[in-house]
């Protein structure tokens, strides 16, 4: 049985989440950086946060004072509109004051292999952030329909990788580089962002204690404080 603790927050539209989820995102920050004099966050890719990155953009932060980076990418070129970078340069980048946060995209097309970007982009996580595992004061993830989450997929060796912070994995056809269990689980703070009628199943089973994280990897997130889970009507409705 997982004993996580979850606090649900539901949102009763698409533009409500995404006000929810820059407001709590903000807070989070300016509460970091009133004990540290640096903020390091993990955001996630994918259609539902971007809402959330445009408004988080125009945010009156110390935004200089930020590290931004991702928990997951795939394996395309930063330009490819499939890349999460693509899509936060796009959102949260593309906003004055946002601008200024210290954005470090992972490697990916410019290294000879996804095995070689995930060991760079390891090295970049251990020299922004400190511990072992490397802690974050905010990590930001999805969930998928079929329970993954950052690019941690149902049947993939990652899953049982407690020695490696950053992995090649491969989801719905793509390499992939993502941010392990035990880094995801070493964060502050943990926020799970979750729109639509198809998150349904999966959310009910990332809430269940019982839910095995075989299927449900998004349940191998277990860090020592609760978990946010900020959701929309439609992925909570009966």
């Known amino acids: 049985m997982n004993n996580q ?24 920050i300016k509460k970091s950086l009133t ?10 890719g994918g259609s539902t946060p971007s809402e959330a990155y445009k408004l988080l953009g125009k945010e009156k932060l110390e935004w200089s004072k930020v590290d931004i980076l991702l928990g997951d990418e795939r394996w395309v070129d930063q330009s490819n ?46 020299n922004i952030c400190d511990g072992n595992p490397p802690v974050f004061d ?5 969930l998928g329909d079929d329970g993954h989450t950052a690019s941690l997929f149902p049947g993939e060796d990652a899953l049982n ?31 799970f962002l979750v729109s639509g009628h198809n998150k349904k199943l999966a959310l009910k089973r990332l809430l269940d204690p019982n839910e095995s994280p075989k299927r449900t990897p998004a349940k191998l997130v277990n860090p020592s404080s609760k978990i946010i889970v900020l959701a929309d009507e439609d992925s909570t409705s009966d």
């Open 5 to 28: 603790i979850y606090e649900t927050i539901i949102s009763r539209s698409k533009l409500e989440l995404a006000y929810s989820c820059s407001n709590i995102i903000s807070d989070l």
């Open 35 to 44: 004990s540290k004099e640096r903020c390091q966050i993990s955001l996630s």
């Open 81 to 126: 509109p499939l890349s999460n970078s693509y899509m936060l340069r796009n959102t949260l980048l593309s906003n004055s004051p946002g601008n200024q946060a210290n954005f470090l995209p992972v490697p990916t097309t410019d290294c000879s292999s996804p095995k070689k970007s995930a060991a760079l982009f390891q090295k970049q996580v251990q």
């Open 138 to 142: 905010l990590i930001l993830l999805g």
């Open 161 to 191: 990788n407690v020695e490696d912070w950053v992995v090649n994995t491969n989801g719905k056809g793509l390499e992939r580089i993502t941010l392990t269990a035990p880094v995801l689980s070493s964060a502050k703070n943990v926020v």
